[in-house]
């Protein structure tokens, strides 16, 4: 591409500082923004991100296809909710317009598994304008790429298991409730943990019925067991509260989670493949304490056994730039719903990201 990469802005909440700023650094050029929150309408991005003014104000959400419609962006990142049902919506208008959408949504990162009738929806939208839909973010490479790429040093493999922790409060308030932050034991048996016992058929029935939201591993395994090509055959999955002994003030819930009551949850995912290998995933999503830190953690059992640690990865960060760095791949990406895992490996931009566009 001879020029600069355009880009739009939609939601512009914590993620977004890191997200505009990159795009910028990497040579893209920020021709809208758009939020919901009245505080944040009609401010400078600049202003924003907390240097001087680019002349580009925040618009409100409901004025975006129309914004969309003339600016014309190549690409329009999403960075507001969590779930492919809260993103439809904001998906469905950049598709309307023909502009490439990536979203920071873990559920966008593989949301065959979890979401398929939307997908399937905005994949025939994606197709008839002729632009990309995608997921991305540190799932992309921290729970996917980094994880088949060290695959293919093993000779044999019977289970992968795999940990990763993260601080809700770092995430939004959209994160930390759907992670049961701030319930007691009880509330979150009921809203939560009801459904741990149930079967393959009867989750992904209940997925479908929107009864249970997948956890994020329940859409990474199935992103893994497409890029490895493995046949899924069983896939459960199992919420439990994660507590403190020490109550903890959430900022991003504004309120103090009492000692006892779950700051959050670990999510287990157990995936059984036809190949006879096993895939064991869980996140840890929680309010910290002062002793605990972001921590990836993925053992590879066969031959040989493999363990990598990742400690104290800047998550919020590294999501961001996972994202940045996919957006040249996103354009030449065919049109569609591409998940990631169809695309090349993810590499470090070392010259303006327009210089890496190849095609569409």
Known sequence: ???????????????????MRYVLEKGGELVAAFDMNPAMIGTDIGTHLG??????????????????????PDVCIIATRSTMAELKEAFSVCAQNGINAISTCEEALYPWNSSKEITEELDALAKANNCTLCGSGYPDMYWGSLITTLAGSMHR???ICGSSSYNVEDYGIALAEGHGAGLNIEDFERQIGAYNNLDYHQTLQAIDEGIVVPSYMWNQNGWLCSQLG????SQTQKCVPITHDGDLYSSTLNMTVKAGDATGMSAIVTTETEEGITLETQCL???????????NEWSFHGEPDTTVIVNRPATVELTCATLVNRIPMLIDAPAGYITTEKMPVNHYLTKSMHEYVTGK
């Open 230 to 233: 493995l046949h899924i055959t």
């Open 285 to 295: 999503g929680y309010v910290y304490g002062p002793e605990d830190f972001d921590k």
């Open 1 to 19: 591409m001879d020029r600069k990469i355009r880009i739009a802005q939609y939601g512009c909440g914590k993620m977004s500082h890191y997200l």
């Open 157 to 159: 493999i019977t289970k």
């Open 51 to 72: 240097m001087e003014k680019l002349g580009i104000t925040i618009s409100d959400a409901k004025d975006a296809s129309e914004i969309l419609s003339k600016e014309k």
